[in-house]
């Protein structure tokens, strides 16, 4: 008879199987950081000339918003942060200058992401390069060189976002049949829904993004003009080696939801309209930007460890 192991070998493969999952997450968690921590330059560098740009952008802003609404005391409510409620009696007040806000605003939307974009491009061309130290060559260079075909992931990956959004939410709809308080049976299922269909969503939502990350680490890997075949080989690592990839990119995400999080929390503690509360909140929330954009290039320095070093690996 063939000798049973006993509880001692099973417990030994258990622990083996345990370390070996526990290192499949903390070699790209601690890679991560080792390349956050490296390019710290490169992240107040980026930290600077995002808030740079916003502060072009937002400056005509505010300059309409005064010239329209300067003397009320509406803009004081500001001050609690941006609201649903400000925006409608705005738009009742001054209704001649909210089609130019908003126009403005939309605007300003889509110069900030062209320069992220362009600042993005940069960033992971640095860490996909990986030198010992911060080079601003690579930085601008790859900004210049790869801005299109980051510009290009972009907009399939948030045209993909939106068709998901749309799709989850037209299953949320049927289910819930409209939400028709007359066809509705229970009200609890608009709840009830919610609690099973968000997290599939969420997963696959981070799915596409982590496919969105490696897709672009690979466009500067292979130096590749067209992006469909970084597309497929992230797709391909990501079948692959599903575990190794996915595990350390929620560690990640699930450290900025916290920071954002945190962020938010502080804010609302620190929301008081005198000036002394307002700078104090203005620099906490600086702190913490800096720190979310830190928690950003580890990710991309935890997913470039995992990727083959061979093109055709």
Not at 89 to 112: C, E, H, R, W
Not at 127 to 154: E, T, V
Request: proline share 3%; charged share 10%; glycine share 4%.
């Amino acid at each position: 008879m063939v000798a049973r192991p006993d509880g001692k070998f099973e417990y030994a493969c258990l622990i083996l199987l345990l370390y070996k999952l526990a290192m499949k997450f903390i070699t790209p968690f601690k890679a991560g950081w080792q390349i956050a921590w490296r390019y710290k330059r490169l992240v107040v560098l980026l930290y600077t000339l995002i808030l740079l740009a916003a502060l072009v952008i937002v400056l005509p802003l505010n300059s309409l918003l005064q010239n329209k609404a300067g003397h009320s005391l509406m803009l004081e409510e500001l001050v609690h942060g941006f609201h649903y409620t400000f925006l409608n009696d705005f738009k009742n007040a001054y209704g001649a200058g909210f089609v130019p806000l908003m126009q403005q605003s939309f605007l300003t939307v889509i110069l900030f992401y062209i320069c992220f974009i362009f600042l993005i491009a940069g960033a992971i061309n640095v860490i996909q390069r990986s030198p010992q130290q911060y080079d601003s060559s690579l930085f601008w260079n790859g900004g210049a060189q790869y801005f299109w075909q980051m510009l290009r992931i972009f907009i399939y990956f948030l045209a993909a976002q939106l068709l998901l959004l749309a799709f989850f939410g037209w299953i949320y709809m049927a289910i819930n049949k409209g939400l028709s308080l007359a066809q509705l049976e229970d009200d609890r299922m608009v709840i009830g829904t919610l609690r099973w269909l968000a997290p599939i969503y969420l997963l696959l939502a981070m799915l596409l993004l982590c496919w969105q990350d490696m897709a672009r680490l690979l466009v500067i890997k292979q130096n590749s003009r067209w992006i469909f075949r970084p597309l497929w080989k992230a797709f391909h690592f990501l079948r692959k080696n599903f575990l190794s990839y996915f595990l350390p990119y929620i560690c990640f995400w699930a450290i900025l939801v916290i920071c954002i999080w945190l962020q938010t929390k502080v804010s609302h503690w620190l929301n008081d309209p005198n000036m002394i509360a307002i700078w104090v909140s203005f620099f906490v929330t600086q702190l913490f930007l800096l720190f979310r954009l830190s928690i950003r290039f580890a990710i991309w320095g935890g997913i470039n460890s995992l990727i083959p070093k061979k093109n055709d690996q």
